[in-house]
Nanobody, 124 residues
Framework: VQLQASGGGLVQAGGSLRLSCTASGLGRAFRNYNMGWFRQAPGKEREFVAAIRRSGGTYYADSVEGRFTISRDNARDTVYLQMSSVEPEDTAVYYC?????????????????WGQGTLVTVSS
C-alpha cells in the first residue's frame, strides 16, 4: 500500500487549499480503510487534523473544526482535506494515513500506513 499526498503549497492567511491523498495497491479495498490527516510543524510533534471512517463518519481537531473538511472518493481511491480560512498556525507538513481498524481516530499509533507528506505554508 502506498499513499501519495499532494496539493500543498504557499497560501495567504484567509485563503483556501485542497490536499489530496491517493492510495495505490488497494483497488476496491480502499473503501474498507479508515483515513486520517495529521500534520507536523517544525519543532513540534505530529498532531491529528481530521479523520474519516470507512462508514463516512468524520472527526476533527478542535483547532480546525469549522474550517477544514475531510471527504473521500472511493471510486478514485482518494481522500481530500479542504482547508479554508487558513491561518499561519496551519503551516506544517501534512501527512495522510490509513488503517483497516481504528479505535481512536486521533491517535497516530492507530494507523499503520503513512504517506510521505506535503508541505503547507501559510503567509501572514
Amino acid at each position: 500500500v502506498q499513499l501519495q499526498a499532494s496539493g500543498g503549497g504557499l497560501v495567504q492567511a484567509g485563503g483556501s487549499l485542497r490536499l489530496s491523498c491517493t492510495a495505490s495497491g488497494l483497488g476496491r479495498a480502499f473503501r474498507n480503510y479508515n483515513m486520517g490527516w495529521f500534520r507536523q510543524a517544525p519543532g513540534k510533534e505530529r498532531e491529528f487534523v481530521a479523520a474519516i471512517r470507512r462508514s463516512g463518519g468524520t472527526y476533527y481537531a478542535d483547532s480546525v473544526e469549522g474550517r477544514f473538511t475531510i471527504s473521500r472518493d472511493n471510486a478514485r481511491d482518494t481522500v481530500y482535506l479542504q482547508m479554508s480560512s487558513v491561518e499561519p498556525e496551519d503551516t506544517a507538513v501534512y501527512y495522510c494515513a490509513n488503517s483497516l481498524v481504528v479505535g481512536s481516530p486521533s491517535r497516530p499509533g492507530e494507523y499503520n500506513n503513512w504517506g510521505q507528506g506535503t508541505l503547507v505554508t501559510v503567509s501572514s
